[in-house]
């Protein structure tokens, strides 16, 4: 019994400590129990641990030597941990599976030391760092962000590919630190940059990095327009880049959009909040740049601008879509109708997934122009659909007709060869007495339905709807 207990615990321990979300284990390792550390002396085998002069730091460089992921939030607690890490002897060394880290980094009344920070869990095997600092209410919240990039920007890592740093409020860091550790890595495939300003200096290096194929950019300082970079016309790069995400004014995306000279471009994700137009460009007229990516496959709008359908017309001539998303922040229903749907449907003829919803819950202004029929004759006309998530009008008023099906045999209720598999209602609209007979309509026309959803905060009440659309595909009821 011993021997397979023993032999349980050597295959059990490397796959737990593979990944490690809180870091106060260590204090375990460590024997600490002062306050604000104590804890279980867990996953202990002693027998099974070299030993040696030092048995603490023995254990605990044996347990470290398995985390290939670390993911933590650096509070008080946790900083104090990293500086006894940091000096623990041969801790830093142990890692020798540590590829991936990523910090999320609370507000600390201490001043924390960002190359502390990377220099006790740094690997030259290290291929992903993430940092996160959203803070308003710290004396020097920049610091932690700015002492943290400034150690990548020095450190030897020559097989980091990933790089996220996300900086908000009045955490924001200087871009100049960001162009910084973006020249010292050149080896960068994905980058993903949140922060407030966007400089052309910045977009430069980023355009030259010549392996980059994953760009996520959010700049959220949009109330004036003067703190937007005035763009010059940006010679080609991007060579090999597949997906572009961008959160920024219109005018800049516009200009990032040219510059990009890469023929693998798969996906393209925009959001334009209110702050970010620019009245001398149509947005129409921007995304008519989308036409130069043949593979592209997937694109999703978020916009927080009004928008007419001749602004996203152009992207129809993107034959090759597979996934698209048209998500509003207005409060408005978005000006599409079943005959903008059936062009979608006719433009797109490998498309699994169509989105065109609302980022806000009710109420909305108006009524919303996609029907029930027009839901029936989408999938009929697109049978490659396998989700839609839409937000329409499904009251009885004007769309008897529709309802009078349930009163026919069943044999004549149309069903579609669409095998669809979700249905998000978003806000849409019903008559509170019509549940039953909306759960028999979709089971009826889409067999396959497994799922449907509606916005979290919307005030229409669609659970009865949802429940029946689970017991007929034989899912198990919400508790």
């Known amino acids: 019994m011993a021997r397979v207990c023993h032999s ?27 306050d604000g550390f104590e804890g279980p002396d867990i996953f202990m085998d002693n027998s099974s641990v070299p030993q040696c002069e030092e048995p603490v730091y023995s254990r605990l460089a044996y ?27 041969s801790f830093n060394e142990s890692l020798v599976k540590l590829k991936f880290l990523d910090i999320a980094v609370d507000p600390l009344k201490e001043t924390v030391d960002g190359a502390v920070l990377l220099r006790t869990f740094h690997t030259p095997i290290m291929t992903r760092i993430g940092i996160l600092v959203d803070s308003v209410n710290v004396q020097t919240p920049a610091e932690p962000l700015r002492s943290f990039v400034q150690a990548i920007t ?23 630190y960001l162009e910084e550790v973006l020249r010292a890595h050149q080896q960068l495939q994905e980058v993903e940059i949140i922060t407030a300003d966007c400089t052309q200096e910045m977009l430069e290096i980023l355009k030259d990095l010549p392996v980059l194929r994953d760009l996520r950019l959010r700049f959220w300082n949009h109330s004036v327009e003067e703190s937007l970079p005035i763009l010059s016309m940006m010679e080609k790069g991007f060579p090999h880049l597949v997906r572009l995400d961008i959160r920024c004014a219109l005018k800049a995306i516009n200009q990032v959009l040219g510059s990009i000279e890469s023929e693998q471009m798969e ?28 593979e592209l496959k997937e694109v999703e709008l978020r916009l927080g601008i009004t928008v007419v359908w001749e602004d996203i017309e152009p992207v129809l001539a993107c034959r090759g879509l597979t996934r698209f998303s048209l998500i509003s922040a ?8 079943g005959t903008h749907l059936d062009a979608m449907a006719q433009a797109w003829p490998h ?12 109420p909305m202004t108006g ?32 769309q008897e007709q529709i309802f009078d099906l349930l009163t026919a045999p069943t044999e004549t209720i149309p069903r579609s060869w669409c095998q669809l598999e ?27 339905l497994g799922e449907l959803k509606k916005a979290r905060r919307s005030r229409q009440n669609w659970y009865p709807v949802m429940e029946f659309v689970r017991r007929a595909a034989g899912v198990p009821s919400f508790p």
């Open 8 to 34: 349980i615990w050597e295959m059990a321990i490397p796959l737990i400590w593979e990944e490690l979300y809180d870091i106060s284990v260590f204090t375990a390792l460590l024997g600490i129990t002062e």
């Open 63 to 89: 347990h470290a030597r398995f985390i290939r992921t670390m993911e933590f939030t650096l509070n008080s607690k946790a900083w104090r941990i990293v500086k006894i890490l940091s000096n623990t002897p």
């Open 154 to 176: 020095t450190s030897h890592l020559p097989s980091l590919q990933s790089l996220c740093i996300e900086s908000a409020g009045s955490s924001s860091i200087d871009p100049f």
């Open 267 to 294: 996906a393209f994700k925009m959001s334009v909040p209110w702050a970010g137009l620019n009245s001398d460009l149509r947005m129409g007229r921007m995304l008519e740049r989308l036409w130069q990516f043949t």
């Open 330 to 337: 207005q409060l408005e229903w978005i000006p599409i109708d």
């Open 351 to 362: 498309l699994s997934h169509l989105a065109v919803t609302h980022a806000y819950h009710q």
């Open 367 to 398: 009524t919303p122009l996609v029907k029930l029929a027009d839901l029936i004759h989408l999938t009929n006309t697109r049978p490659s659909l396998r989700s839609l998530c839409i937000s329409f009008d499904a009251r009885r008023n004007g």
């Open 422 to 448: 979700l249905l998000d209602v978003g806000v849409s609209l019903k008559d509170p007495d019509t549940e039953t007979q909306l759960g028999q309509l979709f089971t009826s026309w889409w067999p396959t």
